[in-house]
């Protein structure tokens, strides 16, 4: 069975800083991975998503991930924070079973807050 | 290019009430999904449709159902509400939805509130 850790509810940056968001995975099967945004009262939007082809992923707004196999993880990064970044960060694997479709399976987020 | 639409945005309803949401997937996929957002949870998987069937279901009650007609579109339906199915329900569109690296693309969601 699959399954997703988000590591730390809440984090919070200064404008312009690292922001490092973590994600720890567990699947039997090789796993395709996603990161995706809410913004308040909205729904989510996808970032960028792993499907084995390339280790390092880069997604929208300047975000990137790197999956790492012997870690089980799928962090995600942006080199300097926006105010615009404020918002809730969703890590998920995809449980697919061959015909039968796939579902998403989420952590519980990450809440990343800006400071000015 | 129209996303993915659901309706209403927000909706009221007491408890043993029934409601019915609905969606409309994105401009050319045949896939829905149905997911259930409590307030600061991750959204938990509630089922998806796929040519009209049901074709995967997550770890929810029969009191929650579902349907897709022939355009694709979606409704999900929850019968005898109960307060803790007070949260923002999700609908996802992919494209067949048999691959997983398939991307779900979201609406905004309907936040039903039970009082």
């Given at each position: 069975a699959q399954s997703v850790t988000q590591l730390g509810s809440h984090v919070s940056v200064s404008e312009g800083a690292l922001v490092l968001l973590r994600c720890n995975y567990s699947s039997s099967v090789p796993p395709y991975l996603f990161w995706y945004v809410q913004y308040p009262n909205q729904g989510l939007q996808l970032l960028l998503k792993y499907t084995?082809?390339?280790t390092l992923v880069k997604g929208i707004n300047g975000f990137e991930a790197e999956f790492k196999k012997s870690e089980t993880s799928f962090h995600l990064t942006k080199p300097s924070a926006h105010m615009s970044d404020a918002a809730e960060y969703f890590c998920a694997v995809s449980a697919f079973i061959y015909n039968q479709g796939g579902k998403l399976i989420f952590g519980q987020g990450t809440e990343l807050s800006v400071k000015p | 290019d129209a996303g993915v639409t659901q309706s209403p945005t927000h909706l009221i309803k007491t408890r043993g009430q029934q409601v019915t949401l609905r969606c409309s997937p994105k401009s050319g996929h045949d896939t829905v999904s149905w997911y259930q957002q409590a307030l600061g949870q991750g959204p938990q998987f509630i089922f998806q449709y796929y040519e009209e069937e049901e074709r995967q279901r997550g770890n929810f009650p029969d009191r929650f159902s579902g349907h897709q007609f022939p355009n694709y579109s979606s409704e999900l339906n929850v019968n005898a509400?109960?307060?803790?199915?007070s949260a923002l329900y999700l609908c996802a569109s992919s494209l067949?939805?048999?691959?997983?690296t398939d991307t779900q693309y979201f609406g905004p969601g309907t936040r039903l509130t039970v009082l």
């Open positions: 084995s082809a390339a | 509400l109960l307060l803790g199915d067949d939805g048999t691959v997983g």
